[in-house]
């Protein structure tokens, strides 16, 4: 199960995503990958990819989450319920990718993810 979970950076909770991209772009130096409006921008930390995420995009609101990318989102949520998981949101059709958030046993957040092609191209999810 384990080689089915990749590790893709730390979303970060932020109100205002143009004044958090300042911060993190012009005073730390990161670099944008990608931006998706007022919602969503990842940028590149050197080692990992740092998300930023506005409250619409944040698993649970102000709440820092790992963004977890799986080949089948149903598949894991099904495997990590099994293993005593809390399941924070089932699978769903995002703009971008199928989503879910699991709490961890320790309480912390994991957004499951699977781009739209991938699902659609494994079976996908009619949510």
Known sequence: MTNEFTLRGVMLPVEDLDTALHFYSDTLGWT????????????DAGVTTIALAAPVEQPVEGRPALPVKVRDVARAVAALS??????????VNGPDEVRAAVRDTAG????????????AVSGGLDV
Do not use: K, Q
């Open 32 to 43: 944008l990958r990608f931006r998706d409006g007022d919602r969503y921008a990842s940028l």
């Open 108 to 119: 912390n957040i994991i957004s499951l993810y699977a781009p739209l092609e991938a699902a």
């Open 82 to 91: 099994d293993a005593g998981v809390d399941i924070l949101l089932a699978p």
